[in-house]
């Protein structure tokens, strides 16, 4: 299952599958960005994040790409399982001041079927 | 490993009473942050602190004010409650400041229901 290029809010895929899920950012000053899959009525949860020095980053059984000149990242799940089903959501963070903030995309609600 | 721990993890109240969530980070951690997620929507923040100091402020209405103290953990006070603040509340937490931003770990939530 997978959306190439494009964020939907919503992605059904085969157990045993592959997942694409997709996440245009919005800031070119942001310099890392994250992964966070988050169940029903818990807490976003961390599973990769990627610094903006790097194009590729493998996790186990995920995989982030970033591509900078189009502000794209996009999260790799292998071999999906029924406990991935969850809302993902891409997080990217920037300068601020001299600080940083966290700006959060809007999330992929994933449903896998069996 | 230990996590965020927030308390309490659920919470109802009436219209105009207050409410008060606490955080508890990561051992270690230095960084708090407090987020609002309504129903189908992404995590918005609301405030941060470093070393007991505000450190940002996001989409935090006047009504609410959070402290860090000096053992690290966080309190957000909810003042005057409205329907529209049933919403789940997340803090998260961060370790030790470089020049890199670092990651933020989730607590469990408080689920507020305001009736």
């Known amino acids: 299952g997978e959306s190439v290029g494009l964020h939907l809010p919503t992605l059904s895929v085969q157990e045993g599958d592959n997942s694409i899920i997709n996440c245009a950012y919005s800031?070119?000053?942001?310099?890392?960005f994250i992964w966070y899959k988050q169940e029903s009525g818990k807490g976003p949860q961390f599973i990769i994040d990627?610094?903006?020095?790097?194009d590729k980053r493998q996790g186990q059984r995920v995989t982030v790409l970033l591509n900078k000149t189009v502000k794209h990242l996009s999260l790799q799940i292998a071999a999906t399982q029924p406990g991935d089903s969850a809302v993902y959501f891409c997080?990217?963070?920037?300068?601020?001041?001299?600080?940083?903030?966290?700006?959060f995309g809007a999330g992929t609600t994933v449903t896998v079927r069996a | 490993a230990a996590g965020v721990i927030q308390s309490p993890r659920h919470l109802i109240k009436e219209k105009r009473e207050t409410a008060t969530l606490k955080c508890y980070p990561i051992p270690r951690h230095d960084t708090v942050y407090w987020y609002q997620q309504g129903p189908g929507q992404d995590p918005q923040f609301l405030i941060s602190f470093y070393e007991k100091m505000q450190s940002d402020k996001g989409s935090i209405p006047d009504r609410f004010s959070a402290q860090q103290f000096s053992d690290y953990h966080s309190e957000l006070n909810m003042s005057s409650l409205e329907l529209g603040d049933s919403a789940l509340y997340f803090c998260?937490?961060?370790?030790?400041?470089?020049?890199?931003?670092?990651?933020?770990?989730f607590g469990p939530g408080t689920r507020l229901t305001v009736l």
């Open positions: 997080a990217e963070n920037y300068p601020w001041g001299n600080d940083y903030k966290l700006s």
């Open positions: 998260a937490s961060s370790g030790l400041r470089g020049d890199y931003p670092d990651t933020q770990y």
């Open positions: 990627i610094r903006s020095n790097m």
């Open positions: 800031n070119s000053a942001s310099d890392y």
